[in-house]
């Protein structure tokens, strides 16, 4: 709701409690502006990392395809065609290795590492009273 004209105030009912009309007038809002910048930055950030890696994965992904084309000519010497299977197994291991990465089992490990503890001290304690 807008303040009348020619006057500071808002009307009495537009906020019926004062944190909401300190929010509104942008008396708190400095530290939630500050923290959503932060997350705005690291998402940008984030965002730019995993285009960086997306287009290393195309053109891995291209080169592997065009060193597969090559190794199916039948013309190759033995040197080379060794030399583009060498190749061709440092990029599949690249590849997995970047898709696999130890963020993505970081929270499931450390769940079972906690659980599965947990459940070795109920197994001792059960064992002990029975």
Known sequence: ?????????FPADAFPDEPSRDRWLGRKLAPDWQEFEAALRDATRSLKALK??????????DQQQELRR???????????????????????ISLESHLLSWRHFQQPFWQAIRFGGLGVIIGWILRGCA
């Not at 709701?1 to 500071?8: A, E, I, V």
């Not at 960086?52 to 992904?61: K, P």
């Not at 060794?82 to 061709?88: D, H, T, V, W």
């Open 1 to 9: 709701m807008k303040p009348p004209k020619g006057s500071d105030r």
């Open 52 to 61: 960086e890696r997306y287009v290393e994965i195309r053109r891995a992904q």
């Open 70 to 92: 090559r190794l199916q000519q039948t013309d190759l010497p033995l040197a080379e065609a060794q030399a583009i299977k060498q190749r061709l197994e440092e990029l599949e």
